[in-house]
């Protein structure tokens, strides 16, 4: 299996094992980022510039209604350093808060923060049906 088919097969099962543990929403959509930290970057550096970013998202319009989930390895194939799966009620609200966050300067300038510390690879966006 392919790197990139591999990280689609790690991202459905984790969309769907955080779309069964979220208590907000019985039905969401989710986008899974699968990411390296940057040569010289550790995962302080990650957990600064998710601080700067959890500062930043509330004021964003819906930003309020993201849920994100940092995920780390501890046992896994050379895929990734970090996870990072987030959460809206829908795919509209997804859509929007990405919108807004890809056009508004205080996203872009974060953004440029979440580049320098990370590199991720893949992007991919699901739905998520609450089972139990």
Do not use: H
């Not at 929403?25 to 989710?30: L, Y």
């Not at 996870?83 to 508004?104: C, F, H, I, K, Q």
Request: with cysteine; net charge neutral; glycine share 6%.
């Amino acid at each position: 299996m392919t790197v990139s088919g591999r990280s689609l097969v790690i991202a459905a099962l984790l969309s769907a094992g955080l779309g069964a543990a979220s208590a907000a929403f019985a039905d969401t959509a989710q986008e899974v980022y699968v990411c390296k930290l940057n040569e010289g970057k550790t995962m302080a550096d990650a957990k600064k510039v998710i601080a700067d970013w959890k500062q930043m998202v509330v004021k964003l319009k819906g930003g309020d209604k993201y849920q994100a989930w940092l995920l780390t390895p501890i046992a896994a194939a050379d895929l990734a350093d970090i996870v990072w799966v987030g959460e809206m009620p829908d795919e509209t609200a997804l859509a929007a808060v990405n919108t807004e966050y890809r056009t508004s300067e205080a996203g872009q300038a974060q953004d440029q923060k979440f580049r320098s510390v990370m590199t991720c690879n893949s992007r991919s966006v699901w739905n998520s049906e609450k089972l139990k």
